[in-house]
């Protein structure tokens, strides 16, 4: 997603006033819908991350129970929305909320990260000490470790200027966006349907080429049917108690 564009989704956000719900809808979507039912999707895809909004109702009844799950909506549903930003003038868009627990108040902020292979969804305390992450990252796979309990170091900025430009409607922009990812998640789903029926076809068609002639194949019937009247015809010659006999042909 281009960085033009995340700063004017988070200038949109910034309207909001609450989260009234999140959830995790697929393996690296979550859905967030506040004040006035406004929705928005976060693919966070490596490589294909981005936003969009859509009109119609979800499908996937999957539920997600894994700890990230379980502090994603501990920690934002019914949350009160404080700052929503670009961190470090950088493609991290970070939601800051308050939210009441039993007994005091909780600050935390929910961070996606739209950096290529950097790509993740991160739930940070002040301090950014990572509370839960949907990529969990160690020491070994990279240098920027992602682990609970331990503090994020910030991502390097990059070493170029991002494009500049504006889109006129946002919230139609972002509808688009659906489309055209059901579009294209059609298009595979034909492609892939089309190369299944071209190889059933191409295995029947071999099953076809390798079949004997209809003359031979009626010829070798003609032959069976004649010997296996012949045989009918000499069984009387078969007392019980021989294992072979000779017939007549």
């Given at each position: 997603?281009k ?31 506040f ?48 700052k ?26 929910l ?76 298009e ?62």
């Amino acid at each position: 997603m281009k960085y033009y564009i995340l700063k004017q989704i988070a200038q949109y956000m910034g309207s909001f006033i609450t989260i009234n719900y999140i959830k995790r809808v697929n393996n690296n979507t979550i859905k967030i819908e506040f004040n006035d039912k406004k929705t928005l999707y976060f693919d966070m895809t490596k490589g294909n991350a981005t936003v969009y909004m859509k009109n119609e109702r979800d499908i996937n009844k999957k539920i997600f129970t894994a700890p990230f799950d379980v502090t994603l909506q501990k920690r934002f549903n019914n949350s009160k929305i404080e700052k929503v930003y670009l961190r470090d003038d950088d493609k991290v868009l970070n939601i800051v909320t308050k939210s009441k627990s039993s007994y005091k108040e909780q600050t935390t902020i929910l961070q996606l990260e739209f950096t290529g292979k950097n790509t993740n969804i991160i739930i940070l305390d002040t301090q950014d000490i990572v509370l839960e992450a949907l990529r969990h990252i160690d020491e070994w796979t990279s240098t920027r470790v992602v682990k609970v309990g331990q503090k994020l170091d910030k991502l390097e900025k990059p070493d170029f200027i991002f494009e500049i430009n504006s889109i006129d409607n946002i919230e139609e922009y972002l509808l688009n966006v659906y489309t055209k990812i059901t579009s294209k998640e059609l298009e595979n789903s034909k492609s892939q349907k089309i190369r299944q029926l071209q190889k059933q076809i191409k295995k029947i068609k071999k099953i076809v080429d390798n079949l004997e002639d209809v003359e031979q194949l009626e010829k070798k019937a003609e032959d069976l049917n004649r010997e296996a009247t012949n045989i009918v015809a000499n069984l009387y010659l078969k007392s019980g108690y021989e294992k072979s006999i000779n017939i007549k042909k």
